[in-house]
């Protein structure tokens, strides 16, 4: 991975503090690889909760498994998230107002909370019609947007993220690459831009929150995390890699 | 006033007086809650418990017709039918339930007979059962048409393939152990191994094949060895697919009248279906999981932030009370009202509990911490809810707005949730408000006690503890723990281990408890327990057969009630009456009983009658086994049960009564060799007596054997765990963790090499440069980076080179050596002993002081001075009482600054009755000092005769001290202000305008700015005269001569004036003063700081804020300025608007020194805690817990680098994480002493103020990071 050709760059002989100081670029690189892993854990999650509503269909030899959608989209997931945690903060630099409102973990946890009940809402809970759900899933956006964010930056950010990830899925189902079971707005599902305006704005609240934090204080222990979540990296690509080939 | 101000006037009015009597009644309130809780969850009791438990319905077996698979069409008793009882079932069960027993029962009997020949006759009943076949009108019907034809077993039961049926019917007996060949069983030698060589050793919770094949659980088989009933049950399960009445009539009247059971009561009314509910599976476990993961993450970083208060953990737990039992209470008030959860409610919890939040109670215990300490506990919780009222209740409104937008979204599951939350949130606040606010009350006063405990030794031991000998450093440390017992102090080493790696100190902490050893030990026992209890052969067949035994079951009283296990449908009369024994039963059991010619008649005389009873016990007995049961049973032929059902027709009753010849013909040749005889209780009656006699006690151990064999097994896997993680233990933990943190230190010297300088590398400290040559205490200390100034209690100041550490001047000459030791170490003793805020200090302070008189007097070197040590006064205590007052004006100010005790008439008194031999030169000291500038004479007189400038000394101390370029600014307690050369060591100018003391001094560019202690404020300027012309006396001023960084030369004649004096810039005596970027700042003890343009003295800007007054002042060139006080408050302001940015609660007495990185801030405060906190945002990222008495003293080196002292050594700490990098030590004997004051200077050399020595530790590592 990235940060072990980054270790051995650095002197030897400097103190952790010197360490900080000269890694402003690892720095960089360490976030985006934890946000890169937050995103896979959370897509693994997510799809969960949709596989077992079959919301999303699969080549069916897959399912069985526990990572249960194809070997692509965690990544996928997790490198969109990546970019979307560190845009937030990059354009909250280039805009010059730095994001103040509930800068804490707490938030940022409640935040991610709110998130997978949403997805749990639109997986699990039965509503009528879809445009009922659809406009339930967007009012809990934007109130997730006004509880979390409150940045107009944030919103427009959130909304373009929505916009080119609707565009993205639409034409991956377009092309066959998979397909929904009940697609009712242009091959994919109504709700669809609605998670995807809440996932960059939690994203970008975990993407906030690491660049203010990791920049302080805390290198050692998100490295401990990445190592963490690299542990279960390789139990499950070599599966769903060869799966997906099979297909 | 508008309408919402009057509101929020009312409701902060409100919220006061609820404070009020919260913190007035705090016991009664707490009680009267928890009531309230109680009562609220009292409906909760009602509630089945969460599960996936099976639930039944039953109907009768009259008129049963499997129910249509279309919802629509059942509109008769709909209300009763539950939802699930659509559609036919999986499967009809039918049990045929067999109870055999041997009768007459003859005494030489084994006691595997009890069980071999019932056993044996199970093949012919299966034969029975399978040739069954209905011969109607229509044709002949048999059992395979009807019953559930099962197909392969699952690929992973290879070893249960010879056991359960295949490709055919599905009917289980016991006989499928043998496979249904009746050979098999009669070759079969060990009948019990052989039925549990396939049970499991672990705690089971599925369904084991014994109780499969048997049908009901195993200890109601008794195919045991110490059956004392002698009846063996069994039962013949039968699956079938389709309900064919009138086939199973026939089949059961048929079994009915081969095997009669005339005593049987058996209801045979009620079909039973069990629906099974869905299992979790790892996929829906995931997601759950998650929720909890992120809640918890949650509770965690909110519960982090509460701070400042006595317990910490009292309060994260009491938060977290709050908001479980407000979901509690709100599931109990919408039960009982009516309302059923119909949702998941372990799905919804996190959500419930993410939505409530625990935001309000951080916040409330935030805004009662920062209240004013001072004040009563009353009515700082009253404050402290009066303040966030407002933002409490916009924020209830904003959420019961949101969630009642929701409401209206219609769908039904959002509107449960979005009810619950509702209820949820309004009990929410009124626990917040009752129960949360009262536990803080009581937590305040308990911290207010712990304070009050933690200052009152400080103030009580003002006279001195007893002094102990320098050299023994170990031993004082006991011995001055008992001057100060209430003080909450860490361990001299844990200190240094404060700041270790967490996973450190996890581990360590694990080392501390012994958890693991513990944990380990625990679950053994556990472990062993529950092999103990769960093996086949164990004790708790054991416990059942005796319990059974004991029971009165058997007997002709009134048998208790047993209540069928499972889940039963409340409201169901016909199973609640048939629990209940009726008489007709007992009748007829008692007629049995007089029967004694049924079979085997003419044996009475050897053996017993033995009789099978059918008791309520026997009903529906497959109640008894598992909820697994059958889930597991179908899952071996991949049928699922979940969300589906099965119907459990009535059980068919099978009586079996053997003689004792068919016995003694199915007796296996070996058993009888390797059994004795069953010994049976020789009374007619049934074991009544419960004697483990010698065979069976004998059997049993053979049977235990493999129970032995696990436990030891057990036992040693456990024991090696333990070694293992003992071995792990001592490999993470090495052996001297503990001592003094010496480990730790040589561990982070690798981090911060010293090769680069000369220094050995990891192995050495960095060594620290001693500047030696005070006499006393040093009290000022200055630096422009080049030079440093150090001024002691005797008024010697000294420069010295800060980069090599040579003393450069001494002003004045070193002459009166003696002397001033005899009388300053009188002062200095007497300094210390009531500003130490514990007893080290004092004790420290007195050591010295005393060993100093003790020592042998030196030698007169000077006989013409007189002798003071007669004034030398240790009786302290009555010097106390005389400056009382002016002790409580030192524990405000700079401590060290201030002198408390004007010496000068005691001494002047000395000096008079000594003689008047040297009154020339004290009358030389008075006038020529007051004198103005430029006097050559004067100049001339001091060059010659050092003598005045002592004489000036010993008049008056230096308070204040700056340096620039090679110019000493000093202020002296007399007030005057005097600017001497510092390579020279000439008194260059003197200014004595002013009256009162100088309690600081700010020398910047040509500007001197002195503080004085009547709050007045002097702005000087410095004026050089041409060097040409000594003699011009008040020339005119040459401004543009001065360079802006100025270097006045030796040779010029500098003129100190007074340009501008605010005469009452404070009421009461400044104590901070501070410049930078053209500002001036004052802090005072009025509780006001003041702001001054440096350039015409125009008070620019009054700031007011703080409820104390203002000990420490921090402003640097971006303009921002911060501020602390008594109040234990740091403010931060902007100096450009004069608005306060923000204003932190940060410590629990004085905040005694304050500086700010671009980042943090850090300050530190009389409770030796050392805070940082973020700049922008005024959040607190850590505190550091100090040793006792040395929190005071804190530098910035770079912005990632901190300094702070200790007891004989500094520390260096990175800022960014926290951590300690490195503590140096300096030097052996003054390891005790605690660093003061520290310096920073520009080539990140540290001064520390330190005794009377002065220490220059580089930091070399810090130079490679600045390149």
Known sequence: MAENDAMPTLPKKCGPYISSVTSRGMNLVIRGIVLFFIGVFLALVLNLLQIQRNVTLFPPDVITSIFSSAWWVPPCCGTASAVIGLLYPCMDRHLGEPHKFKREWSSVMRCVAVFVGINHASAKVNFANNIQLSLTLAALSIGLWWTFDRSRSGFGLGIGIAFLATLVSQLLVYNGVYQYTSPDFLYVRSWLPCIFFAGGITMGNIGR?????????????????????MSFLPSYIPTSYLSGGRR | MTLTEKLRERISRAFYNHGLLCASYPIPIILFTGLCILACCYPLLKLPLPGTGPVEYSTPV????????????????????????????????????????????????????????????????????????????????????????????????????????????????????????????????????????????????????????????????????????????????????????????????????????????????????????????????????????????????????????????????????????????????????????????????????????????????????????????????????????????????????????????????????????????????????????????????????????????????????????????????????PATPHTITLQPSSFRNLRLPKRLRVIYFFARTRLAQ???????????????????????????????????????????????????????????????????????????????????????????????????????????????????????????????????????????????????????????????????????????????????????????????????????????????????????????????????????????????????????????????????????????????????????????????????????????????????????SWDHSPDGKNGLDDSFENSHQLKRVLSPPQPLLFCDQPDLTSLIDTNFSERVKVAESETRLRA?????????????????????????????????????????????????????????????????????????????????????????????????????????????????????????????????SLETHTSLNHLQFRGAPSRSSIPSSPVFSSSDVIVCQLTHTVSCAHQKPITALKAAAGRLVTGSQDHTLRVFRLEDSCCLFTLQGHSGAITAVYIDQTMVLASGGQDGAICLWDVLTGSKVSHMYAHRGDVTSLTCTTSCVISSGLDDVISIWDRSSGIKLYSIQQELGCGASLGVISDNLLVTGGQGCVSFWDIGYGDLLQTVYLGKSNESQPARQILVLENAAIVCNFGSELSLVYVPSVLEKLD
């Open chain 2, 518 to 828: 513990r944990l380990i030990m625990a679950g053994t026992v556990i472990w062993i327990g529950i092999l103990v209890y769960t093996d086949p052969a164990g004790l708790r067949t054991y416990l059942t057969s005796q319990v059974t035994e004991q029971s009165p079951l058997g007997e002709a009283g009134l048998p208790p009630m047993p209540v069928p296990g499972g889940v039963l449908p409340a409201g169901d009369p016909k199973i609640d009456l048939s629990v209940f024994p009726s008489d007709p039963i007992q009748l007829s059991e008692n007629q049995t009983q007089q029967r004694p010619e049924g079979k085997g008649n003419g044996q009475t005389e050897l053996g017993t009658e033995a009789e099978v009873t059918w008791g309520p016990e026997d009903e529906e007995i497959w109640r008894k086994l598992s909820f697994r049961h059958w889930p597991s049973l179908f899952s071996y032929y991949n049928i699922t049960l979940a969300k589906r059902y099965i119907s459990i027709l009535p059980a068919i009753p099978v009586t079996l009564y053997l003689n004792p010849q068919e016995a003694l013909e199915v007796r296996h040749p070996q058993e009888a060799n390797r059994y004795h005889p069953f010994l049976s209780p020789s009374s007619g009656k049934l074991g009544a007596e419960a004697q483990p006699d010698q065979a069976s006690s004998k059997l049993q151990g053979h049977q235990d054997v493999t129970l032995y064999k696990v436990a030891a097994l057990g036992l040693a896997s456990g024991i090696i765990l333990v070694l293992l993680l003992f071995c792990l233990y001592r490999v993470f933990c090495p052996k001297n963790y503990g001592q003094n943190g010496l480990s730790h230190s040589r561990r982070k010297r690798g981090d911060l090499p010293c090769d680069d300088y000369g220094y050995s590398p990891p192995e050495t400290e960095i060594v620290p440069l001693v500047l030696r040559g005070h006499l006393m205490d040093i009290e000022c200390l200055a630096s422009d980076g080049m030079l440093l100034v150090s001024c002691c209690l005797v008024g010697q100041i000294r420069v010295w080179d800060a980069q090599t550490g040579d003393c450069l001047t001494v002003i004045p000459k070193p002459r009166l050596r003696r002397d001033s030791s005899g009388i300053f170490d009188y002062q200095e």
């Open chain 2, 62 to 481: 009259k008129d049963y017709s499997p129910p249509s698979p279309d919802v629509g069409l059942q509109q008769g008793d709909l209300s009763e039918r539950p939802d699930w009882y659509v559609g036919a079932p999986v499967a009809y069960i039918q049990q045929i339930f067999v109870k055999a027993t041997v009768s007459p029962w003859q005494k030489n009997f084994l006691a595997v007979d009890v069980f071999r020949s019932p056993l044996s006759r199970v093949f012919q009943l299966v034969e029975e059962i399978r040739n069954h076949a209905l011969r109607d009108s229509s044709g002949v019907k048999s059992l395979e048409e009807v019953c559930l034809q099962v197909t392969d077993l699952l690929p992973g039961l290879k070893k249960l393939r010879n056991l359960l049926p295949e490709h055919g019917c599905l009917l289980l007996s016991p006989g499928n152990f043998w496979q249904n060949d009746r050979e098999r069983f009669n070759a079969d030698p060990d009948i019990i191994k052989t039925i549990h060589q396939h049970e499991p050793k672990t705690l089971q919770t599925s369904a084991t094949l014994k109780d499969l094949l048997f049908g009901l659980p195993g200890k109601y088989s008794g195919v045991n060895l110490y059956n004392r009933k002698r009846v063996v049950s069994y039962t013949v399960t039968l699956g079938l697919q389709r309900y064919d009445s009138r086939f199973l009539s026939s089949l059961r009247s048929r079994l009915k009248l081969l095997h009669p059971s005339p005593n049987c009561t058996l209801r045979e009314e009620n079909i039973v279906h069990v629906h099974f509910k869905e299992e979790i599976g790892i996929a829906e476990l995931i997601p759950l999981v998650t929720t909890y993961i992120i809640l918890f993450a949650y509770i965690y970083f909110s519960t982090r932030k509460i701070d400042m208060v006595k317990s910490k953990w009292g309060l994260a737990l009491a938060a977290v009370v709050t908001v479980l039992s407000s979901l509690l209470m709100s599931v109990g008030l919408c039960t009982l009202f009516g309302l059923t959860p119909t949702l998941n409610g372990g799905e919804i919890f996190p959500y419930l509990v993410v939505v409530i939040g625990l935001e309000n109670v951080l916040v409330l215990t935030k805004s009662v911490v920062s209240t004013p300490v001072d004040l009563e506990v009353k009515l700082r919780i009253a404050q402290g809810l009066s303040n966030e009222s407002w933002s409490i209740m916009k924020n209830m409104a904003t959420e019961l707005g949101i969630i009642l937008i929701g409401y209206f979204t219609l769908v039904p599951a959002i509107q449960e949730f979005c009810l619950f939350a509702v209820v949820g949130l309004v009990s929410d606040f009124f626990l917040q408000m009752f129960f949360f606010t009262t536990v803080l009350s009581i937590d305040i006063r308990r911290m207010e006690l712990a304070d009050l405990n933690k200052r009152l030794p400080a103030e009580a031991c003002m006279p001195p503890a007893k002094p102990v000998s320098r050299s023994q450093r170990y031993e004082r440390q006991p011995a001055m723990r």
């Open chain 2, 892 to 1020: 405000v100010g700079s401590r060290q600054k201030e002198m408390g005790y004007d010496f000068s008439s005691l001494v002047g008194k000395a000096y008079e009755e000594h003689g008047t031999s040297n009154c020339v030169n004290f009358a030389g000291l008075s006038a020529p000092h007051g004198r103005s500038l430029g006097d050559e004479s004067f100049m001339g007189f001091d060059k010659s005769s050092p003598l005045p400038s002592w004489g000036g000394d010993l008049e008056s101390s230096v308070w204040s001290l700056d340096l620039q370029g090679n110019l000493i600014v000093a202020g002296r307690s007399n007030g005057k202000l005097e600017v001497w050369d510092a390579i020279e060591g000439t008194l260059r100018s003197s200014n004595d305008e002013g009256q009162s003391g100088i309690t600081a001094l700010v020398f910047l560019n040509n500007r001197i700015v002195a503080a004085r202690l009547n709050g007045s404020l002097d702005f000087f």
């Open chain 1, 209 to 229: 929150q690491l660049a203010m934090v990791s920049l302080e204080q805390g290198v050692s222990c998100l490295l401990v995390k990445v190592l963490i979540y």
